[in-house]
């Protein structure tokens, strides 16, 4: 018998620009559907409306008030972001030069972020068009989960036409999906809550000890007792979690049923990957290849994914391993980590990862688990190399002197440094939302503030994470970061070889100058950029042009950087 051929890295992942959505706070498309209190609360909370868009982050909306806190409200906050609303801006996202999207988790969940599932069936209902017609169906549908008892839903039918669109303007996407764990609402869990033992789906969860009434303990995932975790068998899910989650990977990679995949999504991102047993992802990504060879998949590993990038797990992860030199080196208050220490770390992961890989990894700036960028920049550290500290460094609730307001000149000089570097390196550069307009923020849950837009009035920003006055800032979209975001992207695509070049780094004797070159069909192109706040002068053997400033701007015998500058040459 012939050994069946491994699956691939899709191709056109080394082509992508992606855009990550938490959907939730990027844009709200259909009032009609904005959320109500009772979809994820039994509280009684006087005059709990839905948050306006363009309210302080840390000032307290009326119903906030009488509950005195930031902390004790801000969970509650619903903004009314939907799927209609990223439909809407799919035009903004292709004048930005985006060609894939990655959206935070769609399916219904009680949460602002989704993580914790009701079901990966349905699309919520909060994000569709209809959201009291899609509840009112889905109360009556009886479903279980035989995808036989599955309907569809309004919300649901308008994902599909929201792929339809994406697609038919050249971007793909992908979505989230959560395996490890689900909510409390979850169906499942449910009729495990009413029905204890005798509950079809006893052997779903891990469950410790049946108490004598008939409750019990459970796993939550990290200790979150609202994120019940799935039963594991060695090296794989149990059986029945496993048939469910292949289910609804058919359903929406394939919504039609119909064997041609074009109407579904185009991979998947997997949240907290390293949670669930290696031997469940190898047969999932089998089942995947399957429904569509050219689908990508890519995992949340924040540290050294060795074990994932071999060939048969993942095409890709999302790169925190790039992103931890990256502030190191560009960081204008740090403590100078060297271009050599970059180096050293990314050399690393080449010989670690199968090559393939390296080319589809999403080399991200922020996401919705780190602060913003920009914020990471102004706030003074030593070197950080890990998640754990990473993430720990920008929780401004535990570390009152973690600087959240506007960033500084300096940090944003910085920031546009390294959205080049971003464009420039080897990886698919991922780009989180609102950080082409200049959106700032502290970890988890400020990092996820409403989106920026032109036709939204901002209140100014007057209070702190404290809940102290200061001097007001106006908030609105950075137009010129936008336009700088999108010279950026477009160099990137104008150049095969910054997308799919080899990379050679150079050794320019400055430590604070970072340098390479990409090679492609004879096209070469050099890097460097100055994270010095002083000026250097390098040796240049070859004649060369100015790619970022264009027209007839070259070089010969030497390149010039100013401080914090940097130069993309084509080597003639």
């Known amino acids: 018998m012939a050994k069946a051929k491994k699956a691939k890295v899709p191709d056109w992942a080394q082509d992508a620009v992606w855009y990550q959505i938490f959907p939730e706070r990027f844009r709200n498309g259909c009032a009609r559907s904005n959320p109500k209190l009772s979809d994820f609360s039994d509280r009684r909370i006087a005059g709990w409306r839905v948050t306006p868009w363009g309210m302080d982050w840390y000032a307290l909306d009326r119903w906030e008030q009488p509950i005195d806190t930031f902390w004790k409200t801000v969970f509650m906050r619903r903004y ?104 409390r609402d979850f169906f499942a869990f449910r009729d495990l809550l009413k029905n204890g033992r005798a509950s079809r789906y006893a052997d779903w969860f891990k469950i410790k000890e049946w108490n004598d009434d008939g409750t019990f303990e459970y796993d939550g995932w990290f200790g979150h007792k609202a994120l019940p975790e799935f039963a594991q068998t060695k090296g794989d899910l149990v059986a029945p979690v496993r048939k469910y989650i292949f289910d609804i990977t058919r359903r929406w990679m394939d919504p039609d049923g119909d064997g041609d995949p074009k109407d579904g999504v185009d991979g998947w991102r997997l949240d907290v990957a390293f949670c669930v047993p290696l031997g469940f992802w190898r047969k999932w990504r089998r089942h995947v290849k399957g429904i569509n060879p050219e689908a990508y998949t890519t995992a949340e590993i924040v540290a050294r994914a060795d074990d994932y990038l071999r060939g048969d797990t993942f095409d890709a992860v999302m790169n925190y391993m790039w992103l931890y030199p990256t502030l190191n080196f560009f960081a204008p208050h740090s403590t100078g980590y060297s271009a050599r220490a970059v180096q050293k770390r990314l050399k690393e992961l080449d010989r670690a990862y199968a090559p393939e890989t390296v080319p589809a990894l ?108 200061v001097r007001p800032r106006s908030r609105k979209p950075d137009a010129a970061l936008f336009a700088f975001m999108k010279q950026a992207i477009a160099l990137r695509r104008d150049h095969a070889a910054l997308r799919r070049g080899s990379l050679r780094w150079i050794q320019t004797g400055d430590d604070r100058v970072l340098a390479f070159e990409r090679r492609l069909d004879g096209e070469r192109i050099r890097a460097y950029f100055n994270a010095s706040d002083r000026e250097v002068t390098l040796s240049l053997k070859q004649t060369a042009r100015d790619l970022w400033v264009g027209g007839a701007a070259g070089f010969a015998g030497s390149v010039c950087l100013r401080k914090r500058d940097w130069k993309i040459l084509l080597i003639r």
């Open 80 to 183: 009314g972001g939907d799927l209609v609303g990223v439909r809407q801006k799919l035009p903004y996202l292709q004048d930005l030069g985006i060609n894939a999207i990655y959206l935070n988790p769609v399916f219904q969940a009680q949460s602002l972020h989704k993580y914790d599932a009701s079901c990966m069936h349905h699309i919520d209902p909060a994000f569709g068009p209809d959201r009291a017609g899609d509840l009112k169906l889905l109360a009556n549908a009886k479903e279980t989960e035989d995808p036989a008892s599955w309907v569809w839903t309004k919300a649901d039918f308008f994902f599909r036409e929201f792929l339809a669109d994406a697609h038919a303007r050249g971007i793909r996407v992908i979505i989230d999906g959560v395996f490890n764990h689900a909510g």
């Open 362 to 469: 999403q080399n991200l700036l922020d996401s919705h688990d780190v602060a913003r960028f920009v914020t990471m920049l102004e706030n003074a550290r030593k070197p950080i190399e890990d998640f754990a500290e990473y993430f720990e460094s920008s929780r401004v609730k535990n570390r009152k002197e973690f600087k959240t307001q506007r960033p500084g000149r300096a940090a944003w000089q910085a920031l546009r440094q390294a959205i080049v570097y971003q464009m420039c390196s080897r990886g698919a550069p991922m780009v989180y939302y609102g950080t082409e307009v200049g959106m700032w923020g502290a970890n988890d849950p400020c990092d996820r503030q409403p989106m920026l837009w032109d036709d939204v009035l901002y209140d100014d920003e007057r209070y702190t994470a404290q809940g102290k006055q």
